[in-house]
Antibody, heavy 123, light 108 residues
Framework: EVQLLESGGGLVQPGGSLRLSCTAS????????MSWVRQAPGRGLEWVSA????????YDADSVKGRFTISRDNSKNTLYLQMNRLRAEDTAIYYC????????????????WGQGTLVTVSS | SYVLTQPPSVSVAPGKTATITCGGN??????VHWYQQKPGQAPLVVIYYDGDRPSGIPERFSGSNSGNTATLTISGVEAGDEADYYCQVWDSSSDHYVFGTGTKVTVL
């Protein structure tokens, strides 16, 4: 069974940093691109970042470009999101999601999703 | 940036048909995916590549895509279908994934 488990969320002050992790199991991790998608309280889904299966190619939404960095360690079956210079508007549940091919940013869908980890940016 | 517009809410009686639209410029040229999200849960894909259905998703769920509108149709709606639904595409011009604004389906 394919499973994704996020961790690392919590309360952080504006301007602070946080690193999220997503541990994968049940599939050959390096064969699939991965993404982070967030959802602010009571709001819709927003794609954040994507990374290819090898980790060599990454993409970021304009709202996080230059502040967030997506990476992966295929030897540990783990996806990361390093979040710096956090703002109140970054408060959200952050989901990791598995793409359907090794190539990121393609006409593919996300399946499955992890259960999410909550990030709260507040003083 | 590419924008996907959905109606905020759709109400439907049990056993009837719910139709959820997703509007975007020439969306018919893109592959559209649909997700169901129930309160407190992660999204779940219910339709992919416009009209394909994952295993385990009831045949009541179907999708189509043409012109400037993609559509998710839920036939014979059940109480358990009450959820938020999101469409999603890949916008090649910006290299971004894009989600629709979301539609809350209420079963009367």
């Amino acid at each position: 069974e394919v499973q994704l488990l996020e961790s690392g969320g919590g309360l952080v002050q504006p301007g602070g940093s946080l690193r999220l992790s997503c541990t994968a199991s049940g599939f050959t991790f390096s064969h699939y691109a991965m993404s982070w998608v967030r959802q602010a309280p009571g709001r819709g889904l927003e794609w954040v970042s994507a990374i290819s299966g090898s980790g060599g190619v990454t993409y970021d939404a304009d709202s996080v470009k230059g502040r967030f960095t997506i990476s992966r360690d295929n030897s540990k079956n783990t996806l990361y999101l390093q979040m710096n210079r956090l703002r109140a508007e970054d408060t959200a549940i952050y989901y990791c999601a598995k793409d359907q091919s090794v190539v990121a940013l393609s006409p593919n869908y996300f399946d499955p999703w992890g259960q999410g980890t909550l990030v709260t940016v507040s003083s | 940036s590419y924008v996907l517009t959905q109606p905020p809410s759709v109400s439907v009686a049990p056993g009837k048909t719910a139709t959820i639209t997703c509007g975007g410029n020439n969306i018919g040229t893109k592959s559209v995916h649909w997700y169901q999200q129930k309160p407190g849960q992660a999204p779940l894909v219910v339709i992919y590549y416009d009209g394909d259905r994952p295993s385990g998703i009831p045949e009541r769920f179907s999708g189509s895509n043409s012109g400037n509108t993609a559509t998710l149709t839920i036939s014979g709606v059940e109480a358990g279908d009450e959820a938020d639904y999101y469409c999603q595409v890949w916008d090649s011009s910006s290299d971004h994934y894009v989600f629709g604004t979301g539609t809350k389906v209420t079963v009367l």
